[in-house]
């Protein structure tokens, strides 16, 4: 059935060139990847030389400066091929909007017309710590100053990217005696001496890869902290605000191939004499997984438009990151189960793309915060 979307010929154009580069370099080569764990750089590169790489990049720094709603199908579009790989790929233009909105007009310079535009450094962000998950605030990493430098120490763990990272995005106290008002963001390159190790064994987006960030005595320049000193978390609170939803936009790619793939199999599945998509306790399942994917995509395409025109979020942002990411497990679950046991087998990609979108309510901030974030703002605004 056809995805009604409200799509321009230029973006029409855009995704069907990343259709067909990922369809081809990527998808026959996605479930060996996935047993391995590997990010294919090849196929990055490919897409890189295409012009598909750092879309919300200014045209000015060589980059397509797209908006939200374009980068949304984007996400989306790839992550029909593999929600891990378009997490991977696009997460390098989310990180550099930090830099994009927060730091100089010379650090955009040599960060993102230099080692992004030039060298296709990746970023990584670095926030979460091993005690410090969803309470972002209680990070221990510090940065002290010391003359024209901080020197920063602390350990970050399950760090999107940092395997393949040249450009770190570091969260840390400048003063612990203030609580999130105490912490700042700096730009580390990795030649400054930060140590990715334990890159972690998931159990599903295994395209993108994951690591613990190690900080012992890194030494910055004070010029290497992004915007004020002391507004770090701020600026991080904000940079969720987008790429909460836009991540979950990879997911959403999963859940719809998920559900084409089981339209197909319904069609072929022959029981009691007749395709199993004849039966209405199966046709209907199919028809409320589409129900539910077509309101998530219609979520996305609403907070993008907020985003894009520079409009309070709220509890867009929230209520968007829960509903997507939930229909997302919940169709791939659903599209499972149409497939009875063969959906459970490792032979068929169903248990992948559950794999895979299991992490869509854990990561960017639980689904319980985001509850209590929507809760807290209905008690203060009525």
């Known amino acids: 059935m056809k995805n009604f979307k409200l799509i321009k010929p230029e973006q029409e154009e855009i995704l069907g060139l990343l259709k067909s580069i990922a369809e081809k ?13 590997e990010f294919p750089m090849d196929v990055f590169n490919k897409l890189a030389d295409a012009g598909l790489y750092a879309m919300n990049i200014p045209e000015e720094y060589g980059g397509l400066g797209l908006d939200l709603k374009t980068r949304v199908l984007l996400h989306e579009e790839l992550g029909k091929v593999d929600a891990g ?4 790929f696009f997460i390098n233009s989310n990180n550099a ?8 007009d010379e650090a955009q310079k040599q960060y993102i017309a230099r080692k992004v535009m030039e060298e296709r450094a990746l970023i990584s962000v670095c926030i979460t710590e091993p005690n410090a998950g ?21 350990t970050k763990c399950f760090i999107s990217g940092a395997p393949l990272a040249d450009v770190f995005i570091v ?13 700042s963001l700096f730009m580390v390159e990795r030649k400054d001496g930060i140590k990715v190790s334990k890159e972690e064994n998931k159990m599903g987006i295994r395209l993108s890869s994951t ?42 790619g999963a859940a719809q191939h998920a559900l084409d793939l089981a339209v197909d199999y319904a069609k072929t599945r022959v029981q009691f004499g007749q395709p199993i998509i004849k039966n209405q306790a199966l046709n209907f399942k ?17 907070a993008a438009a907020v985003a894009d025109e520079h409009l309070p ?44 979108a299991r992490i869509f309510p854990i990561f960017e901030g639980t689904n319980e915060i985001q509850k209590l974030v929507i809760a807290r703002l209905l008690e203060k605004n009525g």
Not at 227 to 250: N, P, Q, W
Not at 340 to 353: A, D, T
């Open 85 to 88: 790989f378009s997490f991977a």
């Open 25 to 37: 370099e990527l998808a026959p080569k996605v479930a060996e990847l996935d047993e391995k764990g």
């Open 211 to 252: 690591a613990e960030v190690v900080l012992e005595d890194v030494r910055v320049p004070a010029s290497n902290m992004i915007g004020k000193e002391g507004e770090g978390f701020k600026y991080i609170m904000g940079y969720l605000e987008h790429v909460r939803f836009t991540t979950m936009a990879c997911g959403l």
């Open 171 to 183: 969260c840390a106290k400048t003063d612990k005696t203030k609580g999130a008002k105490g912490i």
């Open 97 to 104: 909007d930090i830099i994009l909105d927060y730091a100089t």
């Open 286 to 302: 199919l028809a409320d997984i589409h129900i539910r994917i077509s309101a998530a995509r219609s979520m996305l395409q609403y």
């Open 313 to 356: 979020m709220e509890d867009v942002s929230p209520a968007t990151k829960v509903f997507v990411s939930d229909t997302t497990v919940w169709a791939c679950n659903e599209a499972l189960q149409i497939f009875g046991g063969y959906g459970y087998m490792k032979e068929y990609p169903m248990e992948k793309l559950y794999r895979d």
């Open 134 to 154: 969803s309470d972002a605030a209680a990070m221990t990493t510090t940065a002290v100053r010391d003359g024209d430098d901080y020197i920063l120490n602390g």
